[in-house]
Nanobody, 123 residues
């Protein structure tokens, strides 16, 4: 069973950057679609980005396109989310998740989840 652990969250000013990491253990994540989701207080969890197993395809929430970049290093069993030009609207707990089979933005279709890392952007 795959375990996922996120890191890299923190407090940053608007316009700043953060790089989130998601390390897999207990098995290889190389064959999984990997996704990043976020959940702000009082809001539903929403899709942020996803990447195919061989990094051929990436997918993004419209509001983060051009600001966020998802990538993966299968040799390191790790997925990254580079977040630039951050705004207070990006404040949320960010989660990584994994699923076999095709890409989807539906959080309920992802089998494995990390515990989340808090991202706070001050204005």
């Amino acid at each position: 069973q795959v375990q996922l652990v996120e890191s890299g969250g923190g407090l940053v000013q608007a316009g700043g950057s953060l790089r989130l990491s998601c390390a897999g253990s207990g098995g290889t994540i190389s064959s999984y679609i990997m996704g990043w989701f976020r959940q702000a207080p009082g809001k539903e969890r929403e899709f942020v980005a996803a990447i195919s197993s061989l990094s051929i395809r990436t997918y993004y929430l419209d509001s983060v396109k051009g600001r966020f970049t998802i990538s993966r290093d299968n040799a390191q069993n790790t997925v990254y989310l580079q977040m630039d030009s951050l705004s207070p609207e990006d404040t949320a707990v960010h989660y990584c998740a994994a699923r076999i089979a095709r890409y989807t933005s539906l959080s309920g279709e992802y089998r494995y989840w990390g515990q989340g890392t808090q991202v706070t952007v001050s204005s």
